[in-house]
């Protein structure tokens, strides 16, 4: 039997079981609260202009041997809900990066806060992973200390656009995909919470010396341009210079998740997690102590 289509096959098997497997309703959905803007009311041009364009209110960006892109929000924020609805590129993507997260690394270069969602591109043969992480006050230099959770998702999401959302309030952060919450990192210190204004980002980039199982896979240009595409952008923050007054949605209908929500993210954790950094023996727990 042709290696061929025996990818084809097993390619085919996990979507149809993925297809089929759906997570219970969350029963609250924070993204019919939130107004969607067009791109250019609330970002801008990062880097890689050439690589960037609006078209009927879809952003495109795309990677190829001489470039990415990326994207900055107009604004930096204290707390809200930010989101996107993002489509994929299919087929071989290792190494490659496509994102949406918060940073303030341009204020505090060298000693700065960052929280993530990250599409980790793939081989043709296997889906691709979700990675939530967060830091405060690290560096590229080595001193990251990152809290990496990965997770498969319950569709194929280069085939249509899903919703991705951060929602940072001073007392939590959910990473929601299609409003079901995912992951919950809770306050439990000042020195494990990032407390420091951010601005909101997305892009696409070679990361190849890590993205793809511990950079095993590297990004190959003969399937380039690598293509990311973004709509039904949400900023629903409290900007860092606004009113004091300002108050960022909720995690729930009250001012957590509600048991409802928690059975949704349960279940994904059950079925689609891959990987949780307080569950892995080869690092050193005494740096994240709230595992």
């Not at 341009?106 to 990250?118: A, K, V, W």
Request: glycine share 8%; aromatic share 16%; net charge negative.
């Amino acid at each position: 039997m042709p290696h061929s289509f025996l990818i084809l096959l097993s390619l085919f098997l996990f979507f149809s079981f993925i297809s089929s497997q759906n997570p219970p309703s969350p029963g609250y959905f924070p993204s019919n609260q939130v107004q969607s803007i067009a791109f250019d009311h609330g970002f801008r041009n990062r880097w890689g202009s050439q690589h960037q364009k609006v078209d009927q209110g879809t952003l495109t960006i795309w990677l190829d041997s001489s470039s990415g892109s990326g994207f900055k929000s107009l604004n930096r924020y204290q707390s809200g809900y930010f989101g996107a609805a993002i489509k994929l590129h299919p087929g071989y993507t290792a190494g490659v990066i496509t994102s949406f997260y918060l940073s303030n690394n341009e204020d505090y270069p060298g000693n700065h806060d960052e929280i993530d969602i990250e599409f980790l591109g793939t081989t043709s043969d296997k889906p691709y992973v979700l990675q939530t992480n967060v830091f405060m006050r690290g560096s590229g230099d080595g001193n990251i200390i990152g809290r990496e959770m990965r997770f498969h998702l319950w569709f194929d999401p280069t085939q249509d656009f899903h919703n991705y959302a951060i929602l940072w309030t001073r007392e939590q952060i959910i990473f929601l995909v299609d409003d079901v919450p995912i992951r919950r990192y809770e306050k439990k210190t000042e020195a494990t919470y990032p407390v420091r204004p951010m601005w909101v980002y997305g892009s696409i980039w070679d990361a190849s010396s890590w993205a793809t199982e511990d950079g095993k896979y590297k990004a190959d240009y003969k399937y380039q341009p690598f293509i990311g595409r973004y709509n039904n952008f949400k900023l629903g923050g409290c900007a860092a210079d606004g009113a004091s007054s300002c108050h960022p949605l909720s995690g729930g209908p009250g001012s957590w998740m509600s048991q409802q929500q928690e059975r949704a993210m349960e279940w994904v954790q059950s079925n689609y997690l891959v990987y949780n950094y307080c569950h892995d023996p080869r690092r050193d727990h005494t740096l994240t102590p709230e595992c």
